[in-house]
């Protein structure tokens, strides 16, 4: 009897883990640990109280047509947020050519392949949101937020509360910072760690949030390192050999996906391919191999459900990185330039 009740017990942890309606429909929305100045749950709640279901709605639509946006809107959000904070300033257009303190963040490489339509689709979101609450009520910021978070919820991953009152940077931040503040590819976990220490997420952040690439592509040149002049030791020699399919040489111009067993789906698969030596890049495998960040890896692996929790977590933590909110910065009438008028 006592056997009977725990192999059903086993039989339930493992549905909850792998499904994650199971494990979801129970549970309360994950709630920020964090709450930034200025925030709050339900800043919209008076002045545009249907701008949640509607950027829902937007991303429903819109992933559905096209699964690739919801990647691309992850990393928007990412790249917004460890620059400068999470101000929208990723999204300004600058001068394209002139000095490159004029050239807006979208020039600086770690930008170069963002994807066109997720930044159009905030835009679109944001024509909605005008239509529905004249004024520039909604920043570009926050809608940024919500569509990240919409991504994931769409493909699959864990519901989490979004903190919003953010407001909109008038200024973009240098070639400089957008390349201090975005890791390369080839890092290692202590480089990873000194880039998100200052902005204070720890190592349990940096493994939770890097699951995004759970989702999305990469091309040939974020990893071609690790197979020519010779093969990476910490890659699993099949999945080397399919990657030097896919990039024959190096500087041949193709790509390919971050999660190799489920591309499209968000879930822990991203985790179970690092212990199997199935990362892209080194930043990916490293956290595998580096002994700090190992057992995190390791135990999303095994459990979908504390991955999905740990992510809601750390993601509303970035969401967070040094914020505008009360009367500092603006709510942008269109999300690619200031308001006019501003300095
Ligand atoms: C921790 C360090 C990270 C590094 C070094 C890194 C690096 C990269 C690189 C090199 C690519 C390939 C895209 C390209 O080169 O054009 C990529 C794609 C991607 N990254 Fe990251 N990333 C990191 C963290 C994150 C985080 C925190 C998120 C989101 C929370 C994220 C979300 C994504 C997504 C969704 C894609 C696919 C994009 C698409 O298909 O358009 N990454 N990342
Ligand atoms: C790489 O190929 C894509 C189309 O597949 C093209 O749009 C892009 O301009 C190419 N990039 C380079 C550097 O040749
Ligand atoms: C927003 O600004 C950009 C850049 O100047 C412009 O191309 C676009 O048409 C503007 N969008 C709207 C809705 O006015």
New binding site residues.
Partial sequence: MARAVLALAAILALVASSCPAVSLAHRQKRQPPILARGLSLDFYRQSCPRAESIVRDFIKDAVRKDI?L???L??L??HDC?VQGCDASVLLVGSATGPQDQMGEQRAPPN????PS?IRAISDIRDRLERECRGAVVSCSDILALA?RDSVVVSGGPDYEVPLGRRDSPRFATMQDVIAG????S?TVPA?LAV?NKINLDATD?VA??G??T?????C??FEDRLYPRQDPNMNPPFAARLRQICPAKGVNRSTV?DVSTPNAFDNRYYVNLVNREGL?V?DQDLFTNPATRPIVTRFARSQREFFEQYGVS?AK?GQINVLTGSRGQVRRNCSVRNPGTV
């Avoid at 170069?112 to 994807?115: M, N, P, S």
């Avoid at 975005?182 to 590819?185: D, E, R």
């Fill in positions: 690739g919801a990647a691309g992850l990393r959000h990412f460890f170069l392949r963002l994807r997720a990240a975005l890791p390369a590819p890092s990873l998100l940096l949030i890097s995004a690439h989702v999305g592509l990469s091309p040149s974020s971050l890049f930043s993601v970035m």
